[in-house]
């Protein structure tokens, strides 16, 4: 009953949202609400607008995107401040065909549905309700109806510009039906819809040899020429092409650039003037956004042949590279094994991100920069502080190779390989050992990958296992320590208040008895040996960490070991050293006797309770993290 409620409000708001009128009429609408006329591109942007925009570290993120794309920030607000947002003010930039250019399953397709879903979804409303001719195949703004002559006085009593012309059908029917009396005309609100070929059109390249150009500016009906007598009469005339019936919205170009020369030339005056030429018809006007998209190499090959230089110039060309972060990387994976209906297989922590380890490794290039490997960059990149680097560190690091994220490994692999290993599972969990061992067999059949790249690959493998190793080795501390943070807090803060005594040569008071003692040195290389800091560093480093501290003072924030990268390092393994026996006993006993049995129970609880473990990869970690200490 409850569906069948829903379904009866669903029909009766669809029904309430229709609306009739006269030319009349729409004028009054007009009036009132003056955004219902405006342009493709302007729609769009409002679009993505009123689903709200929120700040990031980097710039703006739109939350329009937000559910699907993930990690492309950057290319994201390029695409709406540098091309819809002058576009929809009729800046010159709406006269240029969007072009995405990317490697495969970079969400260039992902990009271009959400528009066109967000744009079925928005013409329901109020804000993106769309006015078009009763009857007309373009469904086109009812404005064209004003006489040229009359327009410049509508502008200035309505403030609303009116560009375009009549549809050759749309002028006959004034003419015939209506005698030329425009305010008699009908106009009706219609919802842009891909599946009913309404505003949203899609055009795919096929053999060149037998595409015809009617798929993009419609055809000859043979069938009513002997009714109408002329192939001129636009009765005679199907109005279906996707140029055509993308009027208003939005049409996709799949693969833009496989296409035959004379598909793409009709674009040329489509994107300067807004018309296209179609039958034995003057020029047919068309607002609608053109987003084509097509591979590095297709693009590169595109723009080396001085032949296409007209239609190079009416592009706007943005790249959507791979992502680079590896927390964004696990919300792809998330959102894609989401959408399946294997719901019964556990994915342990760090699964998924030892695959996104790996993928953004893949992407990334060796650093010019002193001290800065891969697994550092990739940490930067994903929002981490590292030896203090900053924004502008990461500046840098994107100007030595600012096409690093256009290779690498795709998405696609890793979910092809994750797919396979979730199917297999009979434990029921899946962990990161399982998915590392997939990515590793599935490069022995993948075609395009050479033996030198597999060798990089290979290796990179490695590396994200070790990154696996840390994160084990912390779980299992975590687990083992009851009050893992409050032990932390502890020892940062007995470490800091003898690194102060140390650079400021006083004594330290002893908590407990009040007496004056100087710096535990023992304590202090104890930490600081954890991380490689020499004797002849010491000084350096503990100096580093007490400018830091007035640093944070400065700006009114607290200062705590996990804001340091190295000192959250140490201190980690510090905590990590002194339980290291414990642990090792506990987990690698053959025979465990009642209290090691108990303490065991009582880590797996833990990591279940707290950590997202099953018992299954709670009981897998501890041995893991055993074998690991018995090396």
């Known amino acids: 009953m409850s569906f069948l409620h829903d379904l009866n409000g669903y029909r009766s708001a669809r029904h309430h949202q229709r609306w009739t009128g006269t030319f009349a009429e729409y004028l009054e609408l007009v009036r009132q609400r003056p955004w219902i006329c405006q342009t493709s591109h302007s729609r769009i942007y409002r679009m993505i607008i009123a689903a709200g925009v929120e700040k990031c570290k980097t710039g703006k993120r739109y939350k329009f995107f937000s559910r699907e794309l993930f990690g492309l920030d950057d290319t994201l607000e390029k695409l709406v401040e540098e091309y819809f947002h002058p576009a929809a003010h009729r800046l010159d930039v709406r006269k240029r065909i969007l072009l995405l250019v990317g490697p495969v399953s970079g969400g260039k397709s992902t990009l271009v549905n959400l528009l066109k879903r967000g744009l079925e979804r928005y013409s329901r409303t109020e804000e993106g309700a769309v006015y078009a001719i009763k009857g007309c195949p373009m469904h086109e ?55 009913r070929r309404v505003g949203i059109g899609t055009f795919s390249p096929s053999d060149p040899k037998s595409q015809d150009i009617a798929e993009l500016t419609g055809s000859i009906d043979f069938s009513t020429i002997a009714e109408y007598g002329t192939e001129s009469d636009p009765r005679a005339y199907r109005f279906d092409g996707e140029l055509n019936i993308a009027n208003r919205g939005l049409m996709e170009f799949q693969e833009m650039l496989k296409c035959d020369e004379k598909f793409l030339w009709n674009l040329l005056s489509l994107s300067q003037e807004g018309n296209f030429k179609a039958g034995r018809f003057a020029l047919i006007s068309a607002d609608e956004v053109v987003i084509a998209h097509t591979n590095e190499a297709e693009y590169r090959a595109f723009i080396s042949n001085r032949k296409n230089e007209a239609l190079i110039s009416r592009l706007f060309v943005l790249r959507v590279p791979y992502n680079l972060s590896v927390s964004e990387e696990v919300r792809i994976y998330e959102k894609l094994i989401r959408q399946s209906d294997l719901q019964n297989v556990h994915l342990a922590p760090f699964a998924l991100r030892a695959a996104a380890v790996f993928s953004v490794l893949s992407r990334l290039r060796e650093s010019c920069k002193p001290g800065m490997d891969l697994v550092k960059k990739m940490k930067l990149y994903d929002g981490g502080e590292v030896d203090g680097a900053c924004l502008k560190d990461l500046a840098e690091l994107r100007s030595e190779h600012p096409d690093e994220e256009m290779s690498g490994v795709d998405p696609r692999y890793v979910i092809n390989r994750l797919s396979l290993v979730l199917i297999r599972s009979e434990t029921g969990c899946v962990n990161a050992l399982d998915v590392l061992r997939a990515l590793r067999d599935g490069l022995d059949h993948h075609p395009s990958i050479g033996r030198e790249e597999r060798e990089r690959l290979l290796n990179l493998i490695t590396v994200a296992r070790r990154e696996y190793d840390e994160f084990a080795r912390r779980e299992v501390q975590c687990a083992f320590v009851h009050s893992y943070e409050e032990s932390a807090r502890i020892l940062f803060e007995n470490y800091l208040d003898n690194v102060e005594a140390y650079c400021a040569g006083v004594t330290v008071r002893d908590p407990v008895t009040g007496e004056e003692l100087k710096p535990d040195e023992k304590l202090m290389r104890s930490i600081e040996e954890q991380i490689g800091v020499t004797e002849n560093a010491k000084k350096t480093f503990r100096e580093e960490i007490l400018i830091r501290i007035s640093t944070y003072a400065r700006k009114g924030k607290k200062f705590d070991y996990t804001r340091h990268q190295l000192l959250r390092e140490a201190i980690e393994k510090k905590l990590f050293s002194d339980l290291k026996d414990v642990i090792k006993i506990t987990t690698s006993a053959r025979n465990p006797d009642t209290a090691q049995l108990n303490r065991i129970e009582e880590v797996k609880a833990r990591l279940i309770a707290d950590r997202g473990f099953c018992r299954v990869c709670a009981g897998e970690l501890l041995r893991y993290v055993g074998s690991l200490l018995n090396r």
């Open 141 to 195: 703004e009812p404005l064209h109806l004003i006489p040229q002559e009359l327009r410049e006085a509508f502008a200035r009593e309505y403030n609303v510009t009116v560009e375009g012309e009549l549809c050759p059908l749309c002028r006959l029917r004034l003419d015939t039906d209506y005698g030329g009396r425009i305010e008699e005309v009908p106009v009706e609100r219609v919802f842009l819809s891909e599946e």
